[in-house]
């Protein structure tokens, strides 16, 4: 008989399902799509970093083969009789013209509608929302790349690489330690010698019976050993070393504020916020991979403007007019009273559908001239329609020539066309 | 290497021995592991048990899932319906639903039994005992493997599989590879001839064969289709009656590969590959009640014949039977529990019942079993092992007191009749009935529909039309139109499946789909 051979692999790589994982996700992408599509509309835009549930119908995952269906005559053999003999008849549920539910051969077919559920991780879930949104690689990768880190120190400890040994502290540990195991023996010595010293003072007596010589011999005997007891503790020894430890760190410590500003009246549909909601996520991502702390601002407005929370901001409909410039007025005044830009970094978001009264257009350009982008790092404007523009835009476009470094307005009519609007902003980061 | 004839040390149970156990914790280690499997193969020697070598290997629980998505298979080519076993697998573990298999154990040569780490060392031992020396000796032994599967050259083939297939993903892109794939898995189980025996696989032969089909076979696939007769030919009546392929042909996959018109030749590589592995599978879906029952006998026989020599612990067997009565438990027809008759229960009882009626026969075993009351019990189980599968073994070995132990009897469903029949139970009277019609259970033919190709319009359309050969009347299931989707993906042409009962088709696909006349 061979030898047998036991292996341990545990240390080999755990993760061989990886890609045929990847081949699954890729197959059902347009389920898993729709799945963090829903999840985008459900969660908040500052919830947006991690997994998501997804579930795809048994029936479209489902591998075909060919197997016997409902009918016909089959004879099985079950265990566990209790009580019948052949010829026994047992009558068959109502309804089911041998459906078989005493069978339990029930073919595959008779599950029903399954749900075969899953978890993608906050990855894949990013990922998914990227292709939504065509974000290109390198874009990707800055909103994904954890941020940038430095070391801080973070007091000692007892292993590190040489580079990073701390010489002095190193040293008083050994002293403390050469102190903690020498200094008994030392003491010892110290009244070893003291009693050398009294007896070797001593006059000597002429009675060899009564010399000192023994005496003295079995203490020198003893500081001698003692003495080399001492002389073996090591001057330094591994334990006394200590090494410096440092701490990653994220790098940015500032904040931001995030405005995000909307129109809300009757023309914009929930599909126009589905797609302002996606610009929203977008500059949110963009913004924590750069700030530590972020807050957001949600600001809609109709013929006024109002300050509210996320869900109030995407979900409360309003009829009736729009006046934009009520909104950048409250965005200014908030900017005053709460958002110092000595102290705080300032990005604005606006997505509206175009609508605006015309007399109010000039004064919305004059508002965010005077008052808003020179307080400002950013301010992007999207407008979500196909159709043409209105005054709006042309004053818009007019703001934009004036300041190219810190706004920006583009035209959507799918969230595809989102992404080009950040283009200048991570560019001008990675600058 | 022993065998039956010239066993050194025949096994004495009732000796009491000197308590000396190998261990007594309940930790392994992996020196603990060397040592159980020292002991287990000295006592497998005495059994005769005839191995490959065997190599355990000791994996965590993720790599354990991983194992598992692929089917077993130690390297596998890339597959999105591994993914999908893969995710449903780590669900299931990761919330607690379910426990992981204690063990997979692939039949190469040599014998790779994976272990779980977190295993007590009961539990490897079992696994050693179960896997290693028992499926290992079935492997080697029982002649449907012998035939079917090369286990010294399984390995090499999945690994010259694997880097097929990418190297086509590369070539020809994921996607394209995908369907085909996919195609070929619909029809997995229709790649094999059963009658015939198979060409063995091997990793390098394969390679150089490749290479050849690659040059010729195009080219014959294109004589063939040249080879057409001209429209007018059509008068002469013998051509016009034959049809094409002249016999039925069972391998469908392989029939598709030889002659589907319009294929690649890599995609025709593919088909082969998928074949190959159905084939390499084959033996495995033909012995589950044998190779469980085979392997359960043995780990049960293998760990009493250790403490019989005090090499283990009582808290040992009773962590170990407590394992054991798991696997080999039964619930009843009427338990919530129960999902069929448990191949394991049904194997190790009739394994273990042979060995009683050769050592203990009674009245009944020597009119039932003449030839094997009272004879050598490891011959006979060894012979019984190596010349049956599970229809033919049930048909051959099943006792009446396995019968009366499990209970158990037919009930016939006809869905011309409102009652369910009980045809036929453990008594005097129904003993023979039964066992035939649970061996007929276990045939797989009536296990899996009867199709076959039955011809194809070479003079015309090139259609291709399959026949099912219905049993009892029992229809095609609902999944049938969505793989003759993959039938005419591979075959590029129009494809039928006709069920044909006494010369009447009962039952008829079509892809594409037929337009129908209402009437």
Same mark, same amino acid.
């Given at each position: 008989?061979?030898?047998t051979?036991i292996?341990?692999r ?9 890609v ?16 963090v599509?829903?999840a ?5 835009i500052?919830?947006?970093?991690r997994?998501?549930k997804v ?5 479209d ?7 016997h269906?409902?009918g016909?005559?089959?004879?099985v ?5 209790q009580?019948?003999?052949?010829g ?15 069978q339990?051969?029930?073919?595959p ?18 990922d ?7 974000l ?35 040293l ?6 050469r102190?903690?195991l ?6 010892k010595?110290?009244d070893?010698?003291?009693q050398?010293?009294?007896?070797k ?21 003893e ?14 020894d591994?334990?006394?070393?200590r ?10 410590a ?16 929930q ?7 996606r610009?929203?996520?977008?500059l949110?991502?963009f ?5 530590k702390k972020?807050?957001?601002?949600f ?27 009520s ?11 709460r958002y ?13 559908d175009? $609508?605006?009264?015309n ?12 008052s808003?982008?020179?307080l ?10 196909p ?16 300041f ?28 | ?10 096994p ?5 021995r000197?308590?000396e156990?190998?261990?007594?914790g ?7 592991i ?5 002991e ?48 449903s697998?780590?669900?299931? %573990? ?5 426990g ?19 295993n007590?060392?009961?539990m ?7 896997a290693?020396y ?6 080697k ?7 079917w ?8 083939y ?12 590369e ?19 229709y790649?094999v001839?059963?009658?015939k025996r ?5 990793a390098?032969?394969?390679m ?5 089909r690659?040059e ?6 294109? $004589? ?11 008068d ?13 042909q069972e ?71 407590q ?5 080999v ?14 191949p394991?229960t ?22 039932w ?9 490891l ?5 019984a092992?190596?010349n ?34 009980v045809?036929?139970i ?7 009935d ?7 259970q276990?045939?797989?033919? %009536? ?28 229809p ?7 793989v003759?989707?993959?039938v005419?993906?591979?075959?590029g ?7 044909v ?12 789909p037929?337009?129908?006349?209402? $009437?």
């Amino acid at each position: 008989m061979g030898m047998t051979h036991i292996v341990d692999r545990r240390l080999n790589g755990k993760n061989k399902s990886a890609v045929n994982r990847e081949r699954f996700l890729r197959r059902y992408r347009h389920h898993i799509k729709r799945a963090v599509s829903d999840a985008v509309q459900k969660r908040s835009i500052t919830d947006i970093e991690r997994g998501e549930k997804v579930s795809i119908p048994s029936r479209d995952i489902d591998e075909p083969i060919f197997h016997h269906g409902q009918g016909g005559k089959r004879e099985v053999v079950h265990p566990g009789n209790q009580e019948f003999v052949a010829g026994d008849t047992i009558p068959k549920p109502e309804g089911g013209g041998g459906q078989g539910s005493g069978q339990g051969q029930a073919s595959p077919d008779g599950e029903g509608m399954d749900e075969f559920a899953f978890q993608i991780t906050q990855e894949e879930f990013l990922d998914f929302l990227f292709d939504d949104l065509e974000l290109p690689n390198l874009a990707r990768k800055k909103l994904k790349d954890t941020e940038a880190f430095k070391f801080v120190r973070s007091g000692f400890s007892t292993d590190g690489v040489p580079a990073k040994l701390d010489v002095v502290r190193s040293l008083r540990g050994a002293h403390a330690r050469r102190l903690g195991l020498g200094g008994a023996r030392k003491k010892k010595i110290r009244d070893l010698e003291k009693q050398l010293e009294a007896l070797k003072s001593a006059p000597e007596d002429l009675d060899p019976a009564f010399s000192h010589e023994d005496q003295i011999q079995v203490l020198e005997e003893e500081i001698a050993r003692l003495k080399a007891n001492v002389r073996r503790i090591p001057f330094i020894d591994e334990i006394d070393l200590r090494y410096r430890q440092h701490l990653k760190k994220p790098q940015p410590a500032t904040s931001a504020v995030m405005f995000c500003l909307m129109d809300v009246s009757g023309s914009m549909t929930q599909m126009h916020k589905d797609i302002a909601k996606r610009f929203f996520i977008l500059l949110y991502l963009f913004l924590k991979k750069n700030y530590k702390k972020i807050e957001v601002v949600f600001i809609r407005h109709h013929t006024s403007a109002k300050e509210v929370d996320e869900e109030e901001f995407f979900y409360s409909r309003e009829t009736g007019g729009t006046i934009v410039s009520s909104a950048l007025k409250l965005m200014h005044k908030i900017i005053e009273s709460r958002y110092s830009p000595a102290e705080w970094n300032i990005y604005a978001a606006q997505a509206s559908d175009g $609508d605006n009264w015309n007399d109010d257009s000039p004064v919305c350009g004059k508002i965010l001239a005077d008052s808003i982008l020179p307080l400002v790092q950013y301010f992007a404007y999207v407008e979500i329609t196909p159709q043409d523009h209105q005054m709006l835009w042309y004053e818009y476009e007019k703001i934009q020539e004036q300041f190219p470094q810190s706004f920006a307005l583009q035209q959507i009519a799918d969230p595809g066309e989102i992404y080009p609007v950040f283009r200048q902003l991570f560019e001008r980061k990675a600058a | 290497m022993t065998n039956l004839m010239d066993r050194p040390n025949p096994p004495e149970s009732d000796q009491p021995r000197a308590r000396e156990p190998i261990s007594t914790g309940s930790e392994w280690t992996f020196e603990l592991i060397q040592k159980y499997d020292d002991e287990i193969a000295k006592c497998a020697a005495e059994f005769g048990l005839d191995t490959y070598p065997n190599q355990v290997e000791v994996i965590s629980a993720e790599q354990m899932m991983d194992a598992y998505s692929s089917v077993g298979m130690p390297v596998g080519y890339h597959h999105w319906s591994f993914g999908k076993q893969f995710l449903s697998t780590s669900k299931g %573990y990761q919330r607690g639903q379910m426990g992981l298999a204690y063990e997979i154990v692939i039949n190469s040569n040599p014998c790779i039994a994976y272990l779980m780490e977190e295993n007590t060392l009961p539990m490897q031992a079992l696994v050693i005992a179960h896997a290693s020396y028992g499926h290992n000796s079935f492997f080697k032994g029982n002649y449907l493997f012998r035939t079917w599967t090369d286990a010294s050259a399984i390995i090499d083939y999945l690994v010259f599989a694997r880097h097929y297939v990418a190297e086509c993903e590369e070539r020809y892109g994921v996607d394209a590879v995908e369907e085909i794939l996919d195609s070929c898995h619909a029809l997995m189980n229709y790649g094999v001839d059963r009658y015939k025996r198979p060409a063995p696989i091997s990793a390098s032969e394969e390679m150089r064969r490749q290479k050849e089909r690659e040059e010729y076979q195009q080219r014959r696939i294109n $004589d063939l289709w040249r080879t057409i007769p001209k429209p007018d030919d059509d008068d002469d009546p013998v051509r016009r009656g034959k049809r094409y392929p002249e016999e039925p042909q069972e391998n469908i996959l392989y029939f598709i590969e030889k002659n589907a018109p319009l294929l690649e030749t890599w995609q025709r590589e593919i088909i082969r590959i998928v074949r190959k592995l159905g084939q390499y599978f084959y033996p495995q879906r033909q012995t589950q009640v044998m190779n469980e029952g085979w392997a359960s006998f043995w780990h049960y026989t293998l760990l009493h014949r250790l403490y019989d020599k005090g090499l283990v612990t009582d808290g040992f067997m009773l962590e170990f039977l407590q394992s054991h009565s798991a696997v080999v438990y039964q619930p009843p027809f009427n338990s919530p529990w129960y999902s069929g008759l448990n191949p394991y229960t049904l194997g190790f009882s009739i394994f273990t019942d042979l060995r009683r009626i050769c050592e203990n026969p009674t009245d009944e075993d020597r009119e039932w079993f003449p030839d094997i009351a009272g004879s050598d019990w490891l011959e006979t189980l060894h012979f019984a092992m190596k010349n049956f599968k599970d229809e033919s073994f049930i048909q051959q070995f099943l006792s009446p007191k396995v019968m009366r132990d499990l209970k158990l009897f037919a009930i016939q469903n006809d869905d011309q009749e409102d009652v369910y029949r009980v045809t036929a139970i453990h008594d005097e009277p129904g003993y023979r009935d039964l066992r035939e019609k649970l061996a007929r259970q276990y045939n797989l033919s %009536y296990r899996e529909p009867n199709i076959q190709v039955w011809n194809v319009d070479v003079r015309g359309d090139r259609s291709l039309t399959l026949r099912h050969i219905p049993v009892d009347r029992v229809p095609l299931g609902k999944e049938t139109d969505e793989v003759l989707r993959h039938v005419h993906r591979l075959w590029g042409f129009d494809v039928h499946l006709e069920s044909v009962e006494d010369g009447t088709v009962v039952e008829d696909h079509h892809c594409p789909p037929r337009e129908f006349e209402e $009437d």
